[in-house]
């Protein structure tokens, strides 16, 4: 949409948007399938971390904002210890 004035908003010449092919760093930290297929025998050979036993020993008692706590002491990040929390609760789930 052209304008008549040289400010604003819609300044300037009009161009139609170029669609660019994705750049390898959009992919960056994704989960490839051999990645992930090692790392699930791993977890089932070496088993899980103290602190992930004691995270299921909060969920199961329903202590889940504790479990979230702990997890968040450990991992560093809110959101890593949100993911941790429900992977542990999916793995009960699973084992059930």
Known sequence: MSNTIAVGLQKGHVVTKRTLAPRPGSRKGRCG?????????IKDVAGSAPYEKRLVELLKTGRDKRALKLAKRKLGTHLRAKKKREEMSNLMRKKK
């Open 33 to 41: 399938k051999r990645v992930g297929m090692i790392r699930s025998l």
